[in-house]
């Protein structure tokens, strides 16, 4: 049913350019191998960069946009003001954003929590693996107990995020931590998802259960109902009125 | 996309065969008014009542049922232990569950729920308003800002019923209540819909925004993703038991 | 148990400068009014306004703040930024933050929820009823089954905020309309509460219940544990990195 | 503020009359070590244990106790349904329940819960962390980041529970599992948290970490508010009658 989803996939796409490991990892940057599995998945996929003109993230890119995927992370403050506040109106509007790894610190997603975001964290390529504590979530359709990744940076908790409407997933790591990776937020008409894995010098994009939490990811955010709410001065209902004068 | 999805529609019918007017407002049975909507609809609607045998709830009809909707009100007692245990065994596993209305003090969703489900009420045929406060809920897609019921039952708060997960749909009454009557569970692998209209005497279920509000959570209710999860005992990850005996 | 708890109520205060009305209401103003009260619970009251320098809110202001109390309504936009970020870090550090009515659209509460805040209102003097929906809550010790306000501007639903964590109170009004009126959040290590009533031409910061849910709430938002958070790169566990490297 | 609380201590009290080794760590039980700690921190103590009769827990006995805690493993099913309803009932009136460890099992629990409450587990003696993912929360006071413990068995995700109205601890196992050890939730007017740790062959209830998140639980869950809610029949508020009636 993936037919016709719109995605927009953002990537801040610098690490690609000046890290030989990043670069033989993800030869067409990580936007380029997220939107390949989408792609696959019978979605109709956009990229769009950070140095690109309003980082491709145009009205006209938005408007046309079902869900936003969104990777950044030595760049948060390249991002424009103007531009963020362009993208939370959409999520408030009905668009879906789905948040990846170290996007935890961008600012959109620290606009829409309204929190800090930090959390803890190590890179020396330990094991992750992560857990399915809501088996019954859409997000986690086809995905067994719990995915291992052999080589990841960690992330650890406290996470400074409001409390997840739903947890999908938690992760154990080698060297001690746990963390919840899956994490279910809705924000007007928007539904937001925020899921912790793919540092940029590990090949996790191309792990098909991977790719299969983020396809899911993008089919239960592009699923909003979007009935337009109604704002500001009202009248009374009609009946209602007369008693109101008597 | 309702095509397939396999509705079994319970009702106690009692009412129906001993008070006239609720005889002529539903001719056929309240499940037969919900199975003929939800028909039309495309699903596959099968009904059950009380005095069947079994209560119309076999082994066999609840492995082919994905969906069950409650309708129950003066005989609750009546419900075998064993068909409710039957019933919630099905829901844990992943079968959808609506609750309608005086549903909301069968044994089924008192079990589930682990409360008394307790509420306050009266039935003078007041107005009643039901306001979307979950606009982007799939339960609420296609209804406006607010549903409105010409006579019904009130039912007022305090309900006594577990913070909901998703508060879908909030009620007004002309006598001066508000009551939480949309609200989304779920319990393991299966979800939970309690829906608060719908008493016997008034043609609630004739009324096409409920019935789109019913059809709606049907198809919410059958959406589970059904990982089947793994309990007991088991082994460490092969390479951490290295790690533990060292 | 109030004695000792440190609340700064800060106001606007505009329309009790160019309004006899809300004048003679509140001869001291909101703050004033509120500030009374809560001082007579035996808490240690200060109070700040709009047009104060720094809007009374400077840093050793806050950082002797165990609660702040927010009402502001039609200069929203003339608080500044800088005095916006500096609250919302200390309720991140664990301040508490009660924002009361029209504060619905202040900065400081768009800026914790990630969303519009926006919802319908009507001001014509109607009747208000709020429910307890959650009668086992803090915040609701003391007060009955509801509270009715004789004369109030109404708000409607869908207001745009996040599903509260926990939904204390639900109001009835006589045109018709339902609203959330008592919404719980944490954000970072601060509680966070919304309590809808109290325009400012009407004397509901007078009314003895609307009292006690405000006293209730400075000691509920008062009693945050405050585990200080570490965040940032951290070693493995000694233990594990021995594992780690074999 | 722990005084004048009045706890009652509740273990099935097998394995200690069995089982030398749980004899050496508990040699006055699991029920007499807990109730030590919470006796030193003020608390007004009783114990009650499976052969009692009515398993030490009468109509007396619960009608003056706050906070109920619940350790049970091999015997669950000789618990007495009666006593279980009875158990449930002072819950729903507005008791604090605390249930330990293997209690998930217990039929207060799963009828509280209203899931089957399964999961995974091993015993093999390895090292548990847990994590406090929610810093703010009363129950985490005084714990920092981690609690370990040395030697402990193994539970394991998925653990079939409602979503917890608030997850305050996760643990990180040794052997690559995780799971959500302190969960709170409210049932009618009372407090229920489910704390993971606290297997009978190792000395987890002596250790201090333990002891001050035990403590805290009682206190927290003590703290209920307790307004009485009304059930039933009633009249509509006595100035909307003229206007119904219009």
Redesign the interface.
Known sequence: ?ANGIRVTVWNENRHEKTNEKVKSIYPRGIHGAIGDFLSREGMDVTTATLDEAEHGLTEEVLARTDVLIWWGHQAHDEVKEEIVERV?KRV?E?MGLIVLHSGHFSKIFK??????C?????D?G??E?I????????I??????SI?LEKEE?Y?????I??P???VF?????????F?SGCT???????VFYFRPGHETYPTYHQPEVQKVISNAVRWAA???????????????E??????K?
Request: net charge negative.
């Open positions: 049913m939370q408030l009905g606009k829409l929590m309204g929190t800090t930090d959390l803890k964290w190590r020396i330990e094991t693996r857990w399915t504590v809501s088996p019954r979530h859409p986690a359709e086809g995905i067994g107990e291992r960690m650890g908790e406290f996470f400074d409001p409390e409407e739903e947890l938690v992760s154990w790591f080698e060297g001690g931590e746990v919840r937020y809705t924000r007007g008409l928007g539904k699923s909003t109902a979007g009935n337009t709410p109604v704002f500001g001065n009202v009248e009374p209902a009946n209602l009125q007369r008693n109101m008597s």
